[in-house]
């Protein structure tokens, strides 16, 4: 043992004041990844094929012969530059992601694994009916739980996410004015709050779009509605419980005076993860309203999308649905495809097949766990967190609208940010700084610096009160005049704050060889 | 309930807190007309095992197409997917994360996004790309209203090649959009016979190569013809893997190209999710729908990808948008990511050419059955054949004796006429014993 050295390995860190920049752009574990494009695999694959007999003549002068410029990957080359992308995202797996509107909810795997049945993942759209039943059955049960949970009499399937959904509720509306000849009412109203989607759907589909006003507490102004509504009103759209978080008290008020003036009511139902299983929007007056598949009913969202958007419609809606439809009878389940016999009067196809079957699947999945009594269950927790966190933070934050409880979102404007120098993006950057990801800001656009908090049922009571902690220590922060944590934030995110106004002024939206380089100019 | 975690005593801990006496009291800005006592008529709470059991026997009541000699296409072709894809997009971070909204902590999927419109635009021959798009014949409808923008004119001319399915969506959001549509007659050869209709109001031309028949075209052509009418050229690919054999539509005069990404990635899912591609020229970058993924650098100089141009969007612009598109096929996008940055140029171009050889080896099978006419002149992986017998009735003849035998075109527009056409398409999952197979049962159909 003599000559062993005396010199051991340090067992206490080193006292230094500054934290240098990394030489490589590494932060910790996680290494700066470059593009596909840089990574020299011009004449490299990842994949094994063996070499065909190829016979092109036919194809003459339409084979390509110009170089298509798609680098290739090994198979660990691959795996190794994905999860180091991977690692540069926040996911909500990995904690709270209190996007308001965005229902940012549990995945359960169970769907996934549903969802890659060789029965569901692995069939074509056009197989012959009769060799995909079990797939028609799944989406006829799906519609019964949709119909059953909305107390609606009919769902369209296909729409492909809540826009497609919007745009799929107002081309039956179309329709149905046109079936009575009505044809002069080419105006949609929509909430100053309403989600962005709205008047961009009414507008895709032709119509003017006028605002109605809301009132001191969050909710339709009444008296400026019926002002507005007459005979060229072609429909209202309102989001309940709208993007205030707040419920429409007088939301079958609502419908009885758009009805009264021959307008119908299309209900935005991103917010429907509140009152699944508790309010029945049938109940409510509604003539249709998307269902965003992968807000209340655990999608994922990945990114994202895929989504899915089915639409709920009323008697009078009904029948202008778009194809396909899905009908049983003695001889199984049907898939009707074109607007003819029970489908005449569709107003068409909204897309190619039918729909988002990966999306269908998961959702059910979902369902059938919850069950009825789960559903409701997951409203009610979804409403019950809001709440406590816009209790528990009430006296640091100001509160949009303080009277009265709040729905699935807790909403706050930035008057308790006076006087700081700091603003609501400045705020919600801190977070990050802190593990949490940032609530949805600057929406809705009725409440100055809005900050829209929206925890859902998944959070526990210890997730919640971690979430609260830390906000309250940035709001104390915040009003200490700790000004530099909120303005230079993030600091300690893959990535400092990036510089949108550059994206924007000179686009590059590609990746294209750098000059000199002898791929061939792009 | 295994997905809510709160407990009665937090329940009611937290209640206390809030100051409500019970959770009725968070709802009483319900109207009492719409209150309801228990719960809806829906079945309870399901146990994992249970669900699983019940979702596995609807699926065992379907035929996978892996299961059977398979020949299906018209617009979702089954290929082989690296099973490396579906690893990564189950992963937490990509799965189960949002939109990228706050760039700093989603460079992940940013960087993705980035790395599929390049992909995109080099893979159409185009010069930008965006985001995705829900699918195929979606991106189709909003190139239609792309034209419109451009343009200020309002008629669309789509060839009798153009997917029936895909005429009909278009349709149903170009005619609310106030735009006249005019689809020629189905034929097989159908592309060049567009020309002809072009007019001073046409803001596009929509083609597809391959089209609905799997007939390959060169459309420069009709590039001319519309550019000198100053109408735009939509393309639309049904089957993306074709590009790795056949021109890109950038490099025969396309603005705006509008695919179906289903093949790269994705699988068949019975129609959905999908992606769709859209693709345009540089100039028109300001006119397109959807998300835009753009470099940028961060506070700290690094290099950094935002969501872009989002002047262009719904969120921003409302009612004077671009399109209402808001969640697109982000994860679907991720998958055909991985799986072309696995092949590459070299893996796209050798399975492109084992599909060609494939489709052509069925050519020879299917010409020597009696009742069998080809009609496809140039295909890349599918084609039409005139068959003896109504295909409706023959492909349900195949399905009982274990072979998916193609589509039906009277499946896709039940009014062409042409009840005895079958489209059947080979993709590198068809074997020589598939073939073998598929050839002698329809031997047996037809005699």
Known sequence: MSGMSNVGRPTRPNEVETRPATLTGGRGLLQDEPLIFELNGWEKTGVDIADAELDASDLGDLVRRDPIDLPGLSEPEAMRHYVRLSQKNHAIDLALYPLGSCTMKHNPRLNEKMARLPGIGDVHPLQPQSTVQGAIELMDQLAHWLKTLTGMPAVALSPKAGAHGELCGLLAIHAAHDAKGDTARRVVLVPTSAHGTNPATAAFVGYAVREIAQTEDGRVDLADLEAKLGPDIAAIMVTNPNTCGLFERDVIEIARLAHAAGAYFYCDGANFNAIVGRVRPGDLGVDAMHINLH???STPHGGGGPGAGP????EALAPYAPTPWVTHGPDGFKLIEDATGVAAQSFGRMCAFQGQMGMYVRALSYMMSHGSDGLKQVAEDAVLNANYIKARLADLMSPAFPDGPCMHEALFDDHWLEGTGITTLDFAKAMIDEGFHPMTMYFPLVVHGAMLIEPTETESKHELDRFIEALRALAQAAKAGDVDRFKGAPFYAPLRRLDETRAARAPKLRWTAPQGSNLAAE | MRYLPLSAEDRAEMLAIIGAKSIDDLFVDVPQA???SGTVD???????LEVERALTALSNKNVPAGSVPFFCGAGAYKHHVPATVDHIIQRSEFLTSYTPY??????GTLQVLFEFQTQVANLTGMEVANASMYDGSTATAEALLMAQRVTKRNKAVFSGGVH????HSAETLAHAAQMKTVALKAAIDAEAAV???????????????????????DVSKIAEAAHAAGALLVVVVTEVMSLGLLK???AMGADIVAAEGQSIGVGLNFGGPYVGLFAAREKLTRQMPGRLCGETVDADGRRGFVLTLSTREQHIRRDKATSNICTNSGLCALAFNIHMSLLGEKGLRRVAEVNHANARKLKDALSSVKGVEVLTPRFFNEFAVKLSKPAAAVVEALAKKGVLGGVPYSRLDPDAGLDDVLLVAATEVVTDADIETFKTRLSEVLA
């Open chain 1, 295 to 297: 807000k209340t009913f």
């Open chain 2, 195 to 217: 020309i002809d209709a072009i007019d001073a109001d046409t803001a596009c031309v929509v083609v597809q190569t391959p089209n609905v028949f799997g007939t390959a075209t």
């Open chain 2, 164 to 167: 029936p399915h895909y005429v």
């Open chain 2, 34 to 36: 719409a209150r309801r």
């Open chain 2, 102 to 107: 706050q760039p700093e902590i989603a460079q």
């Open chain 2, 42 to 48: 829906l079945p309870g709470f399901k146990s994992e």
């Open chain 1, 311 to 314: 639409v709920v419609l009323s």
């Open chain 2, 248 to 250: 890109a539509p950038g």
